[in-house]
């Protein structure tokens, strides 16, 4: 019985880390490379950049009833009072800023816009699946890189296979696959310690038996 249980979960598990490798790839609408070092992403910019998921608190200085908390909807947009369906992904918050003090120019008398991501939607975090103690969707900040994201979700579990993780990552050709050894970078192997990027998915199999 216990046996019939463990297959029953193994199959489950596989099927889950399958759903979220698609997740990552497939959006992309293009076919995976596997690659020994992994290239930067296509997020490579130092400011924060706004994606679908990402919640925003907009301030708009002295007007108390324009300021709003919003959610970036997954068509990219927001909607706050006097700005409808505003592009917001892709936008660095500053930019995202000036472009509402824009429209809201057109009512007010120079307006002053912040903006500022209380959380973190699916594309601007780190998802790791697979034989981690803690398997969790991180999110990015600048300077990650794969140890830190390694030693938050608690290590590797007793069933991993370290040195056959993958990183699944999306750059300017598409997606690409990049094989890591983790339990050589948790050895000391510094040069497996890559920086990681937004919407990057780390995959952690089982060992073999």
């Given at each position: 019985?216990?046996?019939?249980?463990?297959?029953?979960?193994?199959?489950?598990?596989?099927?889950?880390?399958?759903?979220?490798?698609?997740?990552?790839?497939?959006?992309?609408?293009?076919s995976?490379?596997?690659?020994?070092?992994?290239?930067?992403?296509?997020?490579?910019?130092?400011?924060?950049?706004?994606?679908?998921?990402?919640?925003?608190?907009?301030?708009?200085?002295?007007?108390?009833?324009?300021?709003?908390?919003?959610?970036?909807?997954?068509?990219?947009?927001?909607?706050?009072?006097?700005?409808?369906?505003?592009?917001?992904?892709?936008?660095?918050?500053?930019?995202?800023?000036?472009?509402?003090?824009?429209?809201?120019?057109?009512?007010?008398?120079?307006?002053?816009?912040?903006v500022i991501?209380?959380?973190?939607?699916?594309?601007?975090?780190?998802?790791?699946?697979?034989?981690?103690?803690?398997?969790?969707?991180?999110?990015?900040?600048?300077?990650?890189?794969?140890?830190?994201?390694?030693?938050?979700?608690?290590?590797?579990?007793?069933?991993?296979?370290?040195?056959?993780?993958?990183?699944?990552?999306?750059?300017?050709?598409?997606?690409?696959?990049?094989?890591?050894?983790?339990?050589?970078?948790?050895?000391?192997?510094?040069?497996?310690?890559?920086?990681?990027?937004?919407?990057?998915?780390?995959?952690?199999?089982e060992?073999?038996?």
């Amino acid at each position: 019985m216990k046996s019939h249980l463990r297959i029953t979960w193994l199959l489950f598990r596989n099927i889950i880390i399958g759903a979220l490798i698609c997740t990552a790839g497939c959006a992309a609408g293009s076919s995976g490379t596997i690659a020994d070092r992994c290239p930067a992403s296509l997020t490579q910019s130092s400011e924060y950049v706004i994606g679908p998921g990402d919640r925003l608190q907009i301030v708009v200085w002295r007007n108390e009833e324009l300021s709003a908390t919003v959610p970036v909807r997954p068509d990219g947009k927001i909607s706050t009072p006097l700005v409808d369906d505003m592009v917001a992904t892709g936008r660095s918050p500053s930019q995202l800023a000036d472009e509402m003090e824009s429209v809201l120019s057109e009512y007010l008398r120079t307006p002053e816009v912040s903006v500022i991501v209380v959380s973190q939607g699916a594309a601007n975090q780190i998802q790791v699946v697979g034989e981690v103690t803690a398997p969790q969707s991180l999110p990015h900040r600048e300077g990650l890189r794969l140890l830190d994201v390694i030693v938050t979700v608690g290590g590797l579990n007793e069933f991993a296979a370290g040195n056959r993780a993958s990183l699944i990552r999306q750059v300017e050709s598409g997606q690409v696959e990049c094989r890591v050894r983790l339990k050589d970078l948790l050895s000391g192997d510094m040069s497996e310690n890559i920086v990681m990027y937004p919407g990057d998915v780390l995959v952690v199999p089982e060992t073999r038996f």
